[in-house]
């Protein structure tokens, strides 16, 4: 996906950035399903409507996003990786967050 924002990070790395930016999207992330089970236990809904609010609120689609941002900040390619970054944070997340539910169904 969006190759030419992936050869500059590798080729030219920037810890630092990467850093913050892993800190800023996995807390942005983190925030969003919480914000779904803080819903949950505020509305106090069963168990279906509480993992249905963890991940309706967790998970989102940027793809819109990323590729606006591609065609628009192409000369830009660091601004892709926050974006991506997301992505792939998001889908770790909610895997947590599920294994998390289920240990708590047993």
């Known amino acids: 996906m969006f190759p030419w924002a992936r050869p500059q990070a590798i080729a030219h790395p920037d810890p630092d950035f990467l850093a913050v930016m892993l800190a800023i999207t996995l807390g942005l992330c ?31 689609n940027n793809g819109t996003g990323l590729v606006l941002a591609s065609l628009t900040l192409a000369d830009h390619p660091r601004v892709m990786l926050p974006i991506i970054l997301y992505n792939l944070v998001q889908h770790l997340v909610a895997g947590s967050v599920d294994r998390g539910l289920s240990r708590k169904e047993n």
């Open 30 to 60: 983190g925030l969003a399903f919480a914000s779904g089970w803080g819903l949950a236990q505020l509305l106090k809904t069963d168990r279906a409507q509480q993992i249905s609010l963890i991940f309706g609120l967790g998970m989102n």
